[in-house]
């Protein structure tokens, strides 16, 4: 009738008692094999079939309390639940026919791979800067989650220090950029697990640990990092992948100058400090140095800003620097020679790497930081405070 | 729907014809919460304000009147009621609560600090205390009486999302870590789970029975989990708030007080309203033009307050504050929306 017809899903599992009374549609094998695990990993495979109009499974076009449309016998295939459907059709009835997959341990990586392949190919999110996980309950692949409330707090403060709107929403855009390419790396390198494997583990903070890099990097040099690729080279690219980045204010808004976003014109000095929700996010998390690729990494945070640029360069101790700006959510393993890079450097007199966001200054510096440790001799003022990572020792 | 947010003069902002509460702030609301005894609805605002509003019901008519509101340094992002239904407590990026006995009229004060902006609070009346979360990784428990934590409770993350059912408390943090308190040893965590949910952590929402929580994210998925190991089974996601390949962040998630069904509520502006025992969706209302943020239901359900306003989903470049628009709307639920049904499907499959 004006309903869609819905595989039968006992029928397919081969057991259906209803027969040929069954008000669905007895045929084989239309849906994915992804049935079988039934909630939503790979419903993104039925996002093509099938769209029904009215959703899956709702009751709301039956305004009335009755189910009026059930009513009608003859409609045999309207379907009260559906295991995905992307269109609007909520399904609820995606059980977890798995076990807790606390225990997934990513035994096949290309198993693990294509799931990737097949999330970013069907449901990535229109909020790019989350971390992800390519498994339920599993640790996260890519770690540095920055939420709604954290962008919207960094750019409002910096908007109260006078930054344009331009160079906000390019710091925004540099933000993505920098994940985006993260989620790239992971769809294109082999998969070698997550991040962390002791997801479990409470991390004494704030020695917050960062490794999204190291499972993808793995083939390449141990503590690698994405290939020197720029984010800027990407820029173009990256726009065009779903993200709505675009710069189309300038001309909507008389944002030549500072704006304030809201109406209070206080420059609380609030986010000088190591507060800017960004930055704290970002905040010198430090990370025992490990040298194993992933698993005995903790991930709980991951560091960004200053700490990812000055320790992505501190990883590669010898490679070049990542492309990752100074906003770059690429969390590495910053060893806990990072914060003191920081040290060093103000030591030095150096400009510090404090948190501006739009320097590149920083990258710089942190290249000279990070051979401190391959230095013969030191001289005295650039002597690390700290002991080297267990990568130098 | 790529002109989804450029179009926010275009779209209808209300086409589920929900009332509209009048002076809404400013700027973006961040949360919207009812007195526990009456109808009166705060909402604090990325314009600083904590508002408050006497709501007003006749039968299907809704009548809002402004109260008061005082002002933040910064914007406010949460804001919680007392069990006595007169006083609120309000936090944000200032990194302060306050606390305002508005009903009595009183001023107010300042009763909580953390490093970092507060992202969540709430209160707990068997224990007399607020617990607020905050991006600096922490809980802290506080009695309003005195200038320190009564506890601080370390978290592995920076806290995204907080519900409180005596006992039973669940921080959803960033990099998808949950965590499951039991208030009667706050001291401990009960459990720490890592999200069934493949992204971002969004929200968290207690079942009123305590059985276990609905966790949203970002991906338009909501996570129905059991705390019992043996109710594991029982556990599923699915998805929501996604149209065509556009996938949505659900923003908020409520439980109705009574009928125990619950509301979501996403940046594609839509919400919905759903039953997890029956694994169906009630109902789906109409997409507004803009996201919705944040909602909430009063203390017997009779009232839904979501808010209409720009969310952020789309970085600052989607923000455009000369023309942006911030709604509050009430809908008056009908029992056929959030009254639990048997699902029609499992009683015969007519």
Redesign the interface.
Known sequence: MHYKKEPCRNFQRGSCQYGERCKFLHVIQQQPKSNAFGFGTQASSHQQQKPNPFGFGVQNNVQSKGANDFGNKQNQFKNTWTRSSASSAPSLRQPDNQPQATNHQCTDPELCKRTIIEDFEHERPLWKLTCYSHWKNSPCDIVGDVSFEELRATAYDDAKHGLSLQSIVDRERNLLNSKLVEFENLLRNPYTGPVGSTLAQQIPFPTATATAFSPQNSGRSQNGFPPSVSSFSQLGASLNSGSAVRPSIESNNAFGQPISFSSSAQASSVFATNNIPLANAFSFGNQQPNQSVAASFSTSMSSFSNSSVTSTALNQFSAPVVSTQNLSLSSVQPPALFNVSNLISKADGQSATDIQLGSNLQRKIVSGDSSIWLKEKWIPGEIPEEAPPDAYV | M?NF??ATTLGNPNPNKSFEVSEPP??SV?SLSFSPKANFLVATS???QVRCWEIMRNGVNVASMPKASI?H???V?CSTWKDDGMTVFSGG???QVKMWPLMSGGQPMTVAVH???I?EMAWIPEMSLLVTGS????LKYWDTRQSNPVHVQ?L???C?ALTVKHPLMVVG?????LIVFNLQNPQT?YK?????????T?CVAAFPDLQGFLVG?????V?VHHLDDQQ?????????H????????VNSLNFHPVHHTFATAG?DGAF?F?D?DS??????MSRCSQPI?CSTFNSDGSIFAYSVCY????????????TAKTYIFLHLPQ???VKS?P???TSG??
């Not at chain 2, 943090?173 to 870590?177: F, P, V």
């Not at chain 2, 969310?311 to 000369?322: L, M, R, T, V």
Request: positive net charge; charged residues 35%; proline residues 6%.
């Open positions: 790529s947010l450029t400013n700027d961040s990325w314009d600083n002002m340094d910064q914007p992002l990026c200032d990194k490093d970092a902006p992202s991006w600096d990784k922490t370390q592995p993350e920076r995204y943090t960033a990099d998808r870590n965590e720490r789970i890592v999200s069934p949910l493949k992204y971002q969004r994210s970002i991906e338009g998925r996570g594991q089974s029982k556990n599923f996601t699915f998805k929501c996604r149209e065509g390949s556009e996938t949505y962040s940046s919905n759903w997890k694994k169906q969706r009630l109902k789906a943020p969310d952020w989903s789309k970085g600052a470049e989607n923000h455009n504050p000369a029992e056929s929306e049904k699902r029609i499907g499959r007519k």
